[in-house]
T-cell receptor
Framework: GAGVSQSPRYKVTKRGQDVALRCDPI?????LYWYRQALGQGPEFLTY????????KSGLPNDRFSAERPEGSISTLTIQRTEQRDSAMYRC???????????????FGQGTRLTVV | AQSVAQPEDQVNVAEGNPLTVKCTYS??????LFWYVQYPNRGLQFLLK??????LVKGSYGFEAEFNKSQTSFHLKKPSALVSDSALYFC????????????FGTGTSLTVIP
């Protein structure tokens, strides 16, 4: 697509439920990133992929959080047994990645606003 | 460790005046530096980047930024502010020596007063 697409835009879920957030990166982009942004804060790194390989998951806060990108394109961030503290804006970004200079910028989607009640 | 600091949570400037949004960084290797802007209910939009070369880089919407290696700074500037520049601005650093991810500052809210 023309840009990074995230769905849903808004998600309200009850505490204890699982949620899956979807990211569709720019076509052909190798690298895909997940960030979390709390109100009034900067984006906080969660994890990133090159193609289908998860390169770094050091930012995932605990084992309730996981991400996958099985075919090297669309990615899903899953949060199991959600807690109120998981409420935040979850942002996905992609960049051309390998094969071009590594210094290119990342392009962000509009984010998914997750509210856990 | 990589980090970015934006020392000002809020910057107010009168329309038509020059604006500066400050950013300092810390990386172990050569820094790749970026500025992003976030408008209400919108995603992060890329403004400009410094990779190498001229210390003064120009970006979108008339913004520019000056890389200063000795002061480890990358301040965002614009000669004449517009009301429409009011938004949240984020500085980010990328250190490919230690990883591919971007590290963001906490953001600076810019308000341009008519």
């Amino acid at each position: 697509g023309a840009g990074v697409s995230q769905s849903p835009r808004y998600k309200v879920t009850k505490r204890g439920q699982d949620v899956a957030l979807r990211c569709d990166p720019i076509s052909g982009h190798v690298s895909l990133y997940w960030y979390r942004q709390a109100l009034g804060q900067g984006p906080e790194f969660l994890t990133y992929f090159n193609y289908e390989a998860q390169q770094d998951k050091s930012g995932l806060p605990n084992d309730r959080f996981s991400a996958e990108r099985p075919e090297g394109s669309i990615s899903t961030l899953t949060i199991q047994r959600t807690e109120q503290r998981d409420s935040a804006m979850y942002r996905c970004a992609s960049s051309p990645g390998q094969g071009v200079p590594m210094n290119t910028e990342a392009f962000f989607g509009q984010g998914t606003r997750l509210t856990v009640v | 460790a990589q980090s970015v600091a934006q020392p000002e949570d809020q910057v107010n400037v009168a329309e038509g005046n020059p604006l500066t949004v400050k950013c300092t960084y810390s990386v172990s290797g050569n820094p790749y530096l970026f500025w992003y802007v976030q408008y209400p209910n919108r995603g992060l939009q890329f403004l400009l980047k410094y990779i190498t070369g001229d210390n003064l880089v120009k970006g979108s919407y008339g913004f520019e930024a000056e890389f200063n290696k000795s002061q480890t700074s990358f301040h965002l500037k614009k000669p004449s502010a517009l009301v429409s520049d009011s938004a949240l601005y984020f500085c980010a650093v990328r250190d490919i020596n230690t990883g591919n991810q971007f590290y963001f500052g906490t953001g600076t809210s810019l308000t341009v007063i008519p």
